[in-house]
């Protein structure tokens, strides 16, 4: 699509179509009619017209070029939206993208940890309707998927949270009254959310040095600032309380099992550090980078 077109992005009923055309899962299959074919086309069978476990996956399995190509486009055109400001009127349509791109992340992982084995509940012989061969013939293209999607999500995209993240704690140290600290803390609730959907999909093995901070900044501060139940946020910006709820959950078992299997009691420290500055300041947080190069693992 034309590089303008993303600006219409900004309508959030824009936004939910994007997601019903992607995300709902349209009709059922059931199993009595699992094994049958379409004989012609037009179908005189329409009912054969579904899936067992929803449109995304089966494409994902039959044809995850398409979608990778087109989620990957249109994440790096809403890098270039960026104006430096989570206030601006761009930033609703970058924290949607960020959330289709997680999102999408969390299929393909789903179902290259299906294809390699790897998934802690589920075996693919377990997943009616999605077939051990076309799975392995589509595992390279999925994980081509991911990683194009990652090397935005996790660069471009998380750098731009991170430079708006940064000048709202500027504005909240310069405040002059508390509106602007009240303002500034629900967007930073926000953009904490998102940055910590990036990882979603992230396996414990995966998560390093970095990202344990990374984790345990955004936690500590949605842990000590967020207010549940209270419709707080703009629509643009909200993340659904539960996945909310679901990431926090899913966050604290990967961080804690680094912490208890790979980090050094100096790593631990510098934890323990992170977590006291953001949940006693207003949530200033220091480059990481600094301290420990690129963020290995231990």
């Known amino acids: 699509s034309q590089h ?33 074919d379409i004989a012609d086309v037009p179908t005189s069978e329409p009912h054969l017209l579904a899936t067992a476990h ?25 890098v270039d939206l960026d104006t430096g400001h989570v206030k601006a009127s761009t930033s609703a349509v970058i924290l949607y993208v960020v959330r289709l791109c997680a999102r999408v992340d969390a299929y393909a992982t789903l179902l290259l940890d299906l294809g390699h084995g790897r998934h802690e509940t589920l075996r693919v012989d377990q997943c009616r309707g999605i077939g051990a061969a076309q799975l392995e013939a589509a595992l390279p293209l999925l994980a081509d998927l991911r990683a194009n999607l990652r090397r935005v999500l996790h660069g471009p995209l998380q750098e731009v949270m ?33 940055v910590l959907l990036c990882y979603r999909a992230t396996a414990a093995d995966e998560v390093t040095d970095k990202l344990a901070h990374l984790f345990v900044q955004a936690f500590t501060f949605l842990s000590t600032r967020h207010e549940w139940n209270m419709d707080l946020y703009p629509d643009q910006f909200e993340i659904p309380e539960h996945e909310l709820f679901e990431l926090l959950q899913h966050a604290r078992r990967r961080l804690v099992t680094w912490l208890r299997t790979r980090a050094s009691q100096r790593q631990l420290d510098r934890i323990m550090e992170t977590a006291v500055r953001v949940a006693a300041t207003t949530g200033a947080v220091v480059d990481e980078d600094a301290h420990h190069g690129n963020g290995g693992s231990s």
């Open 4 to 36: 303008d077109r993303i600006h219409a992005l900004q309508s959030t009923k824009l936004q939910g179509v994007l997601d019903g055309c992607l995300f709902e899962p349209s009709h059922f299959l059931p199993r009595v009619h699992a094994g049958a």
């Open 162 to 194: 991170e430079g708006w993240y940064r000048k709202l704690v500027a504005e909240c140290e310069a405040r002059l009254d508390d509106t602007v600290l009240d303002e500034n803390t629900k967007l930073m609730c926000s953009v904490q959310a998102h």
């Open 54 to 78: 929803g449109l995304l996956l089966n494409e994902l399995v039959h044809s995850p070029a398409v979608v990778g190509l087109s989620v990957a486009r249109l994440a790096r055109q809403a």
